[in-house]
């Protein structure tokens, strides 16, 4: 099992910047792939961006050049760095991890861009 803790969500207006974390704990091997989704209300959720444990990385096209993701493998911990926020981006934005697929999931944080 592995246990995934996100931080960093909050309100910003449009245009700021907010960096999330997802810190995982318990079998760090189960975790070569970690990543983001997130879910508006009434939406079905929606992957953000994954990295593995190589440094490759992946985005969707709605924050690519805007959103970043990073991990510290040291720290077995992911993080997204988002800027030039959106009120389109306001969501929970939730921590995958896995071997190959996303097999474990945090329990989100919340991120709202409004003005």
């Known amino acids: 099992q592995v246990q995934l803790v996100e931080s960093g969500g909050g309100s910003v207006q449009p245009g700021g910047s907010l960096r999330l974390s997802c810190a995982a704990s318990?079998?760090?091997?189960?975790?070569?792939?970690m990543g983001w989704y997130r879910q508006a209300p009434g939406k079905q959720r929606e992957f953000v961006a994954r990295?593995?444990?190589?440094?490759?990385?992946a985005y969707a096209d709605s924050v690519k050049g805007r959103f970043t993701i990073s991990r510290d493998n040291s720290k077995n911990t992911v993080y997204l760095q988002m800027n030039d926020l959106k009120p389109e981006d306001t969501a929970n934005y939730l921590c995958?991890?896995?071997?190959?697929?996303?097999?474990?999931w945090g329990q989100g944080t919340q991120v709202t861009v409004s003005s």
């Open positions: 990295i593995t444990s190589g440094g490759s990385a």
């Open positions: 318990g079998n760090i091997i189960s975790t070569n792939v």
């Open positions: 995958a991890a896995g071997r190959v697929a996303f097999n474990f």
